[in-house]
């Protein structure tokens, strides 16, 4: 039997990361996943690339102070860390260390591969609450130029480099079933060779078996993602805080996300922690052009058009669009029902509606300059249009009274009621009439506009709804999408898993998201977004380095 000095299970951004970093040194790697070689980089190659950084010459030019200062308080505000003795006692320490790399060498260790910035750096998660609240003070969204593919790209550039002097055998295809222990290390992995598959990037791909595989190695790391195609583990981890498990979902990553790697961890000693945390997003749609299975895209939306639940009533601030995805998502399950409603204007969603994924931003993930400039200029950008047209979310209408019956035709409902409808979009437009208001939502669009990326290409002039030199109108039925397991294996700050008694399982690594992105949990509660991929790179960079030392 071939004997290799590491074994990284999961081709995704993580596992590359490592792989990278441990080949590095000259040690030996067998780079193991179960997808065909096109589905190489995992759910990290069809995301929007945005990565958290702090106090970047991109932040400083737009006018944007920031500091590891600001970004610590912000992001102690958005975990809610309340389980520090125990289950956030390593993510704690995990998003300290992650907040002193995204201020100090992230961006330059990127850069020197060859990563590069957009110019304007996006603000999510603007929170809503108190200095101390959830959210982002100030705008650190980095969109990386080629979006999720621009991030993978060096990465994969370096293993494949790896790959030619044999320091790297990539082996998709293999499916781990067990970890191999001995005197309580983990010192291998078995499974099943799956046979050849002709699945593009993304699709779903055969389970077909046509053979067996035992592999040892000094060290294993797993990293293998999470849960987000496993409704049912959505479900079964589901916390109360968040109202009831939607009954209906569309997924935001392909099938193979399944968190069975999460399991066989477990059954070889990991322990996996704060189960009950989990990211999915509020805006989802269905995908007029499927890739895999229930395929859903989320809305990236600016902060102007009108959130409703599905009865027809506003919702509470600070329930606005980029606000709080998880305070949202509490609100509108507890509702009762399992989506939300839009109403917006032309005027609003040609400058405020952005897609997430690689896929739906040809200009950003193709490096188009020319695209880029005609995105800001040419009105409703072409793939938005595209679900406009042949998507089966939105409403288009020219009156209120036409769009509320297409909402209704929609659902086959009659939820949504004209007069109510007519009657909050009127109280919300008297109110745009003076420079100040009471309606936090407009105070908010107005403080927007303050920074000047937003007022460029985020955020529309603050208008009234119902004047229809603004239409047509456009309402968007905004459907549950699930995505990100915020939980998962705890893990040391070398990325070792630790048992139940908080001891290291000799020879057992974690990364990415199976570990929930660092210490099993360096998010606590809530995103800052941004930092999914980034803590992919960073534990794939802490695990990857500890590997090389041994």
Request: aromatic share 10%; hydrophobic share 35%; net charge neutral.
């Amino acid at each position: 039997m071939q004997k290799y000095d590491a074994i990284v299970v999961g081709a995704g951004l993580a596992g590359l990361v490592a792989t990278a970093e441990i080949a590095d040194v000259g040690k030996k790697v067998l780079l193991l996943d179960q997808e065909p070689e096109a589905s190489l980089g995992g759910q990290a190659w069809w995301s929007f690339g945005g990565l958290f950084l702090v106090d970047t010459p991109e932040q400083r030019r737009l006018g944007i102070k920031d500091s590891k200062e600001l970004a610590w308080q912000d992001w102690l505000g958005t975990a809610g860390f309340d389980r520090e003795e125990d289950e956030d006692y390593w993510g704690k320490k995990w998003a300290e260390a992650y907040v002193d790399f995204a201020a100090g060498e992230k961006r330059s260790w990127l850069y020197n591969m060859g990563v590069r910035f957009f110019p304007v750096v996006g603000w999510a998660e603007r929170g809503g609450y108190l200095a101390e609240g959830h959210g982002n003070s100030v705008p650190r969204f980095h969109v990386v130029w080629g979006t999720g593919p621009g991030v993978v790209a060096p990465f994969e550039k370096r293993v494949r480099e790896h790959m030619k002097n044999c320091l790297v055998d990539y082996r998709p295809r293999h499916r781990i079933d067990q970890l191999l222990t001995q005197d309580g290390a983990v010192v291998g992995v078995s499974g099943a060779i799956l046979e050849e598959s002709s699945a593009k990037r993304g699709e779903d791909s055969s389970r077909v078996e046509v053979g067996e595989f035992t592999f040892e190695a000094e060290s294993v790391l797993v990293s293998s993602g999470g849960i987000g195609a496993n409704f049912d583990l959505i479900r079964q981890n589901w916390p109360s805080r968040l109202g009831q498990a939607p009954k209906k979902m569309i997924s935001g990553v392909p099938a193979h996300v399944d968190g069975r790697m999460l399991a066989i961890t477990e059954k070889a000693g990991g322990r996996i922690v704060n189960r009950d945390r989990m990211w999915h997003y509020t805006e989802g749609l269905k995908n007029w052009n499927p890739v895999w299975s229930n395929h859903g895209i989320r809305i990236l939306p600016g902060p102007s058009s009108i959130w409703l639940d599905a009865r027809g009533q506003r919702l509470p601030a600070p329930n606005f669009p980029g606000f709080d995805t998880l305070g949202t998502l509490e609100t509108i399950q507890k509702t009762g029902f399992d989506y939300s409603w839009f109403i917006l204007t032309k005027k609003i969603i040609q400058k405020e509606f952005a897609l997430s994924g690689s896929e739906q931003n040809p200009d950003l993930t193709g490096k188009s300059i020319k695209q880029v400039i005609g995105r800001a200029t040419a009105g409703i950008p072409g793939p938005v249009k595209a679900f406009m047209e042949k998507g089966e979310d939105f409403v288009i209408a020219d009156s209120l009274e036409e769009l509320v019956k297409g909402m209704n035709q929609l659902t086959d409902e009659n939820y949504i009621q004209y007069e109510e409808i007519e009657r909050q979009l009127k109280a919300r437009d008297r109110e745009i009439e003076n420079k100040f208001t009471k309606d936090l939502q407009i105070t908010a669009l107005r403080g927007a506009r303050n920074y000047i990326g937003d007022k460029l290409i985020r955020v529309a002039p603050p208008h009234k709804i119902l004047d229809p030199s603004n239409g047509p109108l456009i309402a968007v039925r905004l459907n549950i999408v699930s995505r990100k397991t915020l939980g998962g294996l705890q893990t040391n700050l070398d990325g070792s898993v630790l048992n139940d008694s908080g001891n290291v399982i000799p020879g057992l690594y974690a990364a990415g998201e199976v570990s929930g992105f660092g210490g099993g949990g360096v998010h606590g509660y809530r995103s800052m977004e941004g930092t999914f991929l980034g803590g992919c790179l960073f534990s794939g960079r802490q695990a990857g380095r500890a590997i090389g030392r041994k």
